[in-house]
């Protein structure tokens, strides 16, 4: 009965069986030979990296779902120009930043973090001479230009939301900027419709 008993303690396998009889007390080999908690230590291992990834994967997904919303606020608010609605009020930079705010939602979007640069051209071969928005230390341009131009005219509208990865609060990315933020781009080209005023 008893040697049923130390046999039952012991592990399954006739060679490490061997080697813990031999140089192993009798209760550190119940010790070695007890899997009860394996799983928890398994997990306890994994857990970490699989969260980061989980909460990476979140992140981009939310990163990426932002710039469709911020894609149609700039097609929906740059409708405005292309009507000629803007001309006709007399629509300012801050006034077009806080009608692009309102189509995001504002829990979506922060009006400081929004860059927006409207230029006017008079034919699309103009387009390849824009400048960058980006200057050569990967800063954003301080004053964008804001000229909706008139009827006919071609516009492009380039609109630069800073949006904060919460991800690189751990520094496991640093972002486009220097405050671990990714920049999420949109640009629309159209020519204005030819509205009499």
């Known amino acids: 009965m008893a040697s049923g008993r130390n046999s039952s303690s012991l592990p399954q396998d006739p060679a ?15 010790v070695a030979s007890d899997e009860g908690g394996v799983t ?6 994994i857990a970490l990296p699989f969260f980061m990834l989980l909460l990476g994967l979140i992140e981009f997904g939310l990163a ?18 292309r009507t000629g ?3 006709k009020s007399g629509v300012s930079k ?6 692009l705010c309102g189509r995001m939602t504002r829990v979506l979007c922060n009006e400081s973090r929004l860059t927006v640069d409207i230029q006017t051209f008079s ?13 050569d230390d ?5 004053d964008p230009a804001f000229s909706i131009g008139g009827a006919s005219d071609i516009v492009i509208a380039r609109v630069v939301y800073e949006w904060p990865m919460f991800t690189s609060l751990m520094n496991t990315d640093s972002g486009d ?7 999420l781009y949109t640009t629309v080209v159209f020519r204005n419709e030819p509205f009499p005023w």
Not at 94 to 99: G, I, N
Request: hydrophobic letters at 40%; aromatic letters at 10%.
């Open 123 to 135: 034919d699309f071969q103009s387009l390849s001479d824009i400048d960058s928005l980006v200057d």
């Open 16 to 30: 490490r069986r061997g080697f813990l009889s031999r140089f192993l007390p009798r209760k550190l080999r119940r």
């Open 138 to 142: 990967g800063e954003l341009e301080e």
């Open 64 to 81: 990426f779902f932002v710039n469709r919303i911020l894609d149609y606020a700039a097609l929906e608010t740059t409708r405005q120009i």
């Open 40 to 45: 928890a230590i398994e997990f306890s291992m």
């Open 94 to 99: 801050a006034a077009f930043k806080t009608e």
């Open 85 to 87: 609605q803007a001309m």
């Open 177 to 183: 900027t220097s405050d671990m933020s990714r920049r």
